[in-house]
C-alpha cells in the first residue's frame, strides 16, 4: 500500500463521503433500518448516528480497510447497539444464510469491483421477507452529463479508491436478484452533477 492509499486516500474518501449533502442522503435511508442489519463498506463510520437504536439489535459493518475501520471504532463505541466489524470486500461476506434483517448500501456499489457476485451474497444472508436499502450514486439521466462521466470515469476511479461515477445502480440492483419496491432520485445539491446522480431507496429478494 502506497502512501496516497494508506494516509491521502482515507481522508479524501471520509471527506468526500461526509458532506453535508451526503448525509442527508443518508439521514434518508438509515433510519429505516431494523433487526441485524449488515451494512456494507461502512467506511469511517458516518451512517452510526443515523441508527435508531430502538430498531437495531446490531450492526455488522463490513469494511476491507483498515484505516477505514480505525477512523469508525472510535465512533461505533458511542451507539446504543452492539457493532461487530468485518475486515474482507464486498464480494465476500462469512455470515450464515438467511441471518439479517437488514443489508444497508450507501455510495459502496460504486467502488465494488465485482458488484455481482456481491449482490448475490447479500441477497445470501438477508432473510425472506428482509430488505435492502440504498443510497448511491451512479449514471445520470442527461446525456451530456452521463458522456462526462463516462469520460472522467477512469481518472476518477484512480484517484478515489476505485470509485465508478457512471454505475447503472437500479440494474445492478435488480441483476443481483433484487426487485427494488420504492426509488427516488435526483442531483444532490451543491455537488458536481458527474459524481452527483443518486438513487435511493428499497429493496426485496426476488
Given at each position: 500500500?502506497?502512501?496516497?492509499?494508506?494516509?491521502?486516500?482515507?481522508?479524501?474518501?471520509?471527506?468526500?463521503?461526509?458532506?453535508?449533502?451526503?448525509?442527508?442522503?443518508?439521514?434518508?435511508?438509515?433510519?429505516?433500518?431494523?433487526?441485524r442489519?449488515?451494512?456494507?463498506?461502512?467506511?469511517?463510520?458516518?451512517?452510526?448516528?443515523?441508527?435508531?437504536?430502538?430498531?437495531?439489535?446490531?450492526?455488522?459493518g463490513?469494511?476491507?480497510?483498515?484505516?477505514?475501520?480505525?477512523r469508525?471504532?472510535?465512533?461505533?463505541?458511542?451507539?446504543?447497539?452492539?457493532?461487530?466489524?468485518?475486515?474482507?470486500?464486498?464480494?465476500?461476506?462469512?455470515?450464515?444464510?438467511?441471518?439479517?434483517?437488514?443489508?444497508l448500501?450507501?455510495?459502496?456499489?460504486?467502488?465494488?469491483?465485482?458488484?455481482?457476485?456481491?449482490?448475490?451474497?447479500?441477497?445470501?444472508?438477508?432473510?425472506?421477507g428482509g430488505?435492502?436499502?440504498?443510497?448511491?450514486?451512479?449514471?445520470?439521466?442527461?446525456?451530456?452529463v452521463?458522456?462526462?462521466?463516462?469520460r472522467?470515469?477512469?481518472?476518477?476511479?484512480?484517484?478515489?479508491?476505485?470509485?465508478?461515477?457512471?454505475?447503472?445502480?437500479?440494474?445492478?440492483?435488480?441483476?443481483?436478484?433484487?426487485?427494488?419496491?420504492?426509488?427516488?432520485?435526483?442531483?444532490?445539491?451543491?455537488?458536481?452533477?458527474?459524481?452527483?446522480?443518486?438513487?435511493?431507496?428499497?429493496?426485496?429478494?426476488?
Amino acid at each position: 500500500m502506497g502512501f496516497y492509499d494508506k494516509f491521502i486516500l482515507p481522508r479524501f474518501i471520509g471527506t468526500a463521503c461526509g458532506t453535508k449533502p451526503v448525509m442527508q442522503q443518508r439521514q434518508k435511508v438509515v433510519p429505516h433500518c431494523e433487526g441485524r442489519v449488515l451494512e456494507i463498506g461502512m467506511g469511517t463510520g458516518h451512517n452510526l448516528e443515523f441508527y435508531d437504536p430502538k430498531k437495531v439489535d446490531m450492526v455488522f459493518g463490513l469494511e476491507p480497510a483498515p484505516d477505514m475501520v480505525k477512523r469508525a471504532k472510535p465512533l461505533a463505541e458511542k451507539v446504543d447497539f452492539p457493532v461487530e466489524f468485518i475486515d474482507l470486500p464486498g464480494e465476500e461476506i462469512p455470515l450464515d444464510d438467511n441471518s439479517v434483517d437488514t443489508v444497508l448500501l450507501t455510495y459502496t456499489l460504486c467502488t465494488i469491483p465485482d458488484t455481482l457476485k456481491a449482490m448475490e451474497n447479500m441477497r445470501r444472508v438477508l432473510k425472506p421477507g428482509g430488505k435492502l436499502l440504498f443510497s448511491e450514486h451512479g449514471r445520470a439521466p442527461d446525456a451530456a452529463v452521463e458522456k462526462w462521466q463516462n469520460r472522467l470515469n477512469g481518472v476518477w476511479g484512480k484517484i478515489a479508491g476505485g470509485c465508478h461515477i457512471n454505475r447503472d445502480i437500479p440494474t445492478l440492483i435488480e441483476a443481483g436478484g433484487f426487485k427494488i419496491t420504492n426509488m427516488d432520485q435526483m442531483y444532490v445539491p451543491s455537488t458536481p452533477r458527474v459524481v452527483g446522480y443518486t438513487y435511493w431507496g428499497s429493496a426485496e429478494i426476488k
